[in-house]
């Protein structure tokens, strides 16, 4: 199995960002999970390969040639995907996974996440997706999406197949008993 993990380019400002990326990273490896991720050294990306890694465990970073000529890759990667541009990375990262936890981030982490939720939603894939809602940090944005589902902009079973979790291991428990809702637009 591999897991891929969206999360920030900068640490936060809270230690339990970081022991949260420490958790997923060590975690992952113990369960023979591969850790997919943007590929940089920096941030709570940096801090989950390095805890998978360090763990024993394989990682595999995909990352844009610009970001890699900027010199932010992960040098000690089990694999470094190397692409042209970020859309490229979102494809080859949702290829290359099986499930998507995101841990705090900002607009990148979000928009990654968002996608591959969307993706689910149209069927494109059957993946599940997932928040560590660390110290309740997507509590807000939960209730942005009750507030979309509220306003009839989206069935409550697309709303419903996000999995939120306050650590590590619930999710993947969450992972292995995930069934996919109907893809939106599917004729009856």
């Known amino acids: 199995m591999r897991i891929c993990v969206f999360c920030g380019s900068s640490p936060g400002n809270l230690p339990s960002y970081q022991d949260a990326a420490v958790e997923v990273g060590e975690l992952l490896a113990r369960e023979g999970i591969e850790l997919v991720y943007g590929g940089g050294n920096v941030g709570l990306m940096g801090i989950v390969a390095d805890a998978a890694l360090d763990a024993g465990g394989e990682v595999t970073g995909v990352m844009p040639r610009h970001l890699v000529e900027s010199e932010i890759s992960h040098k000690g990667l089990t694999t470094l995907e190397v692409v042209e541009d970020m859309h490229e990375r979102k494809m080859k990262m949702s290829e290359l996974s099986d499930a998507f936890l995101t841990l705090p981030g900002g607009a990148g982490t979000l928009e990654e996440i968002t996608e591959q939720w969307t993706w689910a939603q149209l069927g494109i894939h059957t993946k599940p997706c997932a928040f560590y809602n660390v110290g309740g940090y997507y509590d807000h944005l939960r209730a942005m999406i009750d ?42």
Not at 162 to 180: M, N, R, V
């Open 147 to 188: 507030k979309i589902v509220e306003a009839g902009f989206m069935k409550a079973s697309y709303a419903d197949m996000l999995i939120y979790g306050e650590d590590a291991k619930s999710i993947l428990a969450a992972f292995k008993a995930y069934k996919a809702p109907a893809r939106k637009w599917l004729k009856e």
